[in-house]
């Protein structure tokens, strides 16, 4: 009998491991174990097992209360050798927790602890099977880590190839996760290989206090999610299963993504279906019932219209958030200045009461390698900074995207022009004005004439007593600010410095044209006022 732990500290992982006596010919699935946790307080916390060979079943929780608590292990079909039962302690711990969807407060989220987090991440699809095959990955954390970063966008399953030309030339080993091949897979197996990596990262992550959008599915187009004749629901139902049990008791889980662009279909098409939503509805419900840490539960999406309070009006608390993709303009005429984006959140998000980020509107260009996909062509680190403060002044966290880091890539080591770039937007909606108080005020700008792109954006505290506006490509705009006093600095959000700006009281308002600014375009500028 192993030795199982007797203290945990609160809101760590603890582990307990069961070994049986007996061969099983399928454990993966002639097995179901449970562990159900009795806190002080009486509340009973289930928790999946997995196995992880060697005739051993491992359960993982993280308790969020402190004092003596109890456990007992349930199994199908009855195997005394697993079946024990015991108590540990919970012991204090200083811990922000688990991340928390709070739709109308703080942008969406905050930590259980209550503090405010400002999102801001990269799209690094193919991170664990990067690390399985060698790259550092540690090291690319520790280093996002401390630009600000803290969330990053990462599939479980592995994709070896992104069309129309995205080999994936770093790949020199498997990252198959289930038994078998993709020739001829085994869904009733696991690469106990693969996940053990996959455990390490998730631990480096948890070190640096940094999190996952934890994509169980990927795109509706690949093997296998492309043919659920194979891929049957109770192959899926496994599937997500054994991530939950495998994973839900880090807090380097931020969020459980049902899909990535969950209405991709076999047919290579991106399109709205009322059968993708209802999928999305009961997988998200069915997982929050598996999981007993209340992980945030998302769908990312293809198509922005419906908007998403009528696709999920069947059962809005079902998805707790939409991690959105608009990528805006592209073309080689605007793709700098990223139009489009902020009314294409307006139009998504009509009525909808969940949470959301924005993340997926492009990857940024790396001109020194070859162009595998064509829509990158013009999105140089202009199209994702401007996209990043646009998305960022609707109230939403920001998850980039570099091409770099783009799945079929994943150069780990060398940064992009743009990685600076949202240090510096972390540091103005952290430092510079306190994120969480502000909110998209629109109304407060003075209606005037702007070319497409150029009008700007604003965010204000409920007492309006803080206001931060947005210039996209410079220019003027006249505020209609209830105070009297003002004091007002330019934030340029190229390089982070502060400079003076001077306001003009006109008939109409506070009138403020940004700085200006030499070079092949306008300069963008964030202005921020303090009553």
Request: hydrophobic share 40%; aromatic share 14%.
């Amino acid at each position: 009998m192993k030795e199982q732990p007797t203290t945990v500290a609160y809101r760590s992982v603890g582990e307990w491991v069961f070994e049986s006596d007996r061969d099983y010919p399928e454990p993966f699935v002639d097995v179901v174990l449970d562990g159900v946790f009795m806190a002080p307080s009486g509340k009973i916390n289930r928790m999946p097992g997995f196995y992880d060979g060697q005739r051993t079943w491992r359960v993982r929780f993280s308790p969020d209360e402190v004092g003596k608590w109890r456990y007992a292990v349930e199994v199908r079909p009855s195997d005394a050798a697993l079946a024990q039962s015991g108590h540990f302690v919970v012991s204090p711990q200083e811990t922000s927790g688990f991340l928390k969807s709070v739709p109308g407060e703080a942008w969406g989220f905050q930590m259980e602890s209550g503090a405010p987090i400002f999102l801001m991440g990269d799209t690094v699809y193919n991170l664990f099977g990067a690390a399985h095959c060698g790259l550092d990955v540690t090291g690319f954390l520790e280093r996002r880590a401390g630009q600000g970063f803290n969330i990053f966008r990462a599939r479980m399953h592995v994709s070896p190839f992104h069309p129309p030309n995205g080999h994936s030339d770093w790949q020199t080993q498997r990252t198959w996760p289930w038994g078998g091949s993709e020739q001829s897979p085994r869904f009733d197996r696991f690469n106990l290989s693969y996940f053990r990596t996959v455990d390490e990262v998730v631990r480096v992550a948890e070190k640096l206090n940094v999190g996952f959008e934890m994509i169980m599915e990927a795109w509706g187009f690949e093997f296998p999610f492309n043919n659920r004749a194979v891929f049957v629901p109770e192959w899926e139902e496994l599937w997500l299963r054994y991530l939950v049990a495998r994973y839900d008791a880090f807090r380097s889980v931020y969020v459980w993504t049902l899909a990535n662009e969950y209405e991709f279909y076999p047919d290579g098409q991106c399109r709205h279906s009322v059968a993708g939503d209802r999928w999305a509805m009961r997988v998200a419900r069915w997982l929050k019932q598996l999981g007993p840490h209340g992980h945030v539960v998302a769908v990312h999406n293809g198509p922005q219209l419906p908007p998403f309070a009528e696709r999920f009006a069947l059962d809005p608390g079902a998805v707790d958030a939409v991690i959105f993709q608009a990528w805006g303009a592209i073309d080689h005429a605007d793709a700098w200045l990223a139009t489009g984006i902020e009314e294409t959140i307006q139009n998504s998000f009509a009525g909808w009461a969940g949470s959301a980020i924005f993340a997926e509107y492009g990857y940024e260009r790396n001109p020194d390698l070859p162009l595998t996909f064509p829509p990158f062509a013009y999105l140089d680190a202009e199209h994702n900074r401007r996209g990043a403060w646009r998305g960022a002044y609707c109230g939403m966290g920001i998850i980039n995207g570099f091409e770099n880091t783009w799945g079929p890539i994943m150069d780990l080591v060398h940064d992009q022009e743009g990685v600076s770039y949202f240090e510096h937007l972390r540091y103005f909606l952290t430092e510079v004005v306190p994120f969480q108080r502000l909110q998209p005020t629109q109304a407060l700008l003075v209606e005037a004439a702007y070319e497409e792109g150029h009008r700007p954006l604003a965010l204000a505290s409920k007492a309006c007593d803080i206001v931060a506006v947005y210039f996209p490509a410079g220019g003027t705009a006249t505020l209609n600010l209830p105070n009297s006093s003002w004091t007002g600095r330019w934030y340029n959000p190229r390089n982070g410095a502060l400079r003076v700006a001077e306001l003009e009281r006109t008939t109409e308002g506070w009138r403020v044209a940004a700085p200006s600014c030499m070079g092949p375009r306008p300069a963008d500028w964030a202005l921020v006022l303090f009553s």
